[in-house]
């Protein structure tokens, strides 16, 4: 990672248990940010017995980590095609990983109570709906947040930070006094536009705590 930052998701291919609970904290501590997305067909996986990974991944709280059940090897290369795939950038783009039909990928037979517990434990799945709809879900991190919300969090964290170091690169001096402080505000303003073009954030007024 440290010698190509040119990728997002890492997607282990053939990976056992103990691989992705190794890779896990890992893909955590990447910087840039990172992601993970894997597949499993363990059977404790399946149960929801104790110490399965999609439990062991969900107890460490890692939010870079998304699971899979399926016993089809390339499912966790489709979401990832996917969710690369549809981040064009263009206005309203935004979008969400649940409820998506994967190419070329065949819906997981399981039955309603092995759904509720894989999804319990913060796991995903692939199943079919209402007979006409092919249905990714719940779309969810290993810590229960979703994957736009990390991912979108991650691109717009990059962005401002590009910005930030264009000023100081483009800048002689960024003065401490209001107008520089304006000169960063101002720099900042075009990454958040653009999350806010595509969807991600919304317009609002902030009604938390002081800030500075």
Do not use: C, H
């Amino acid at each position: 990672r440290s010698k190509n930052t040119d990728w997002y998701v890492v997607v282990p291919i053939g990976a056992e248990k103990t691989d992705i609970t190794a890779m896990a904290p890992v893909v955590e501590s990447f910087s840039p940010a990172s992601a993970m997305i894997y597949r499993t067909e363990d059977a404790d996986a399946l149960a929801g017995t104790a110490g399965n990974v999609f439990e062991t991944l969900k107890d460490a709280g890692y939010r870079k980590s998304m699971g899979i059940y399926s016993t089809d090897d390339n499912i966790a290369a489709a979401v990832a095609g996917y969710a690369m795939g549809a981040n064009t950038g263009a206005d309203g783009s935004a979008y969400t990983l649940f409820a998506k039909q994967l190419a070329g990928i065949t819906t997981e037979d399981l039955t309603s109570a092995q759904v509720s517990t894989i999804e319990g434990i913060n796991g995903n799945v692939y199943v079919n709906r209402g007979v006409y709809y092919s249905v990714f879900e719940q779309g969810k991190m290993a810590d229960g947040a979703y994957w736009d919300e990390v991912y979108y969090l991650d691109i717009l964290s990059e962005a401002l930070l590009r910005a930030y170091m264009d000023l100081l690169q483009g800048t002689t001096k960024i003065p401490q006094t209001a107008a520089g402080a304006a000169m960063i505000q101002t720099a900042l303003v075009a990454p958040l536009e653009e999350a806010r073009n595509i969807g991600f954030i919304g317009s609002g007024v902030w009604t938390g705590g002081t800030i500075g």
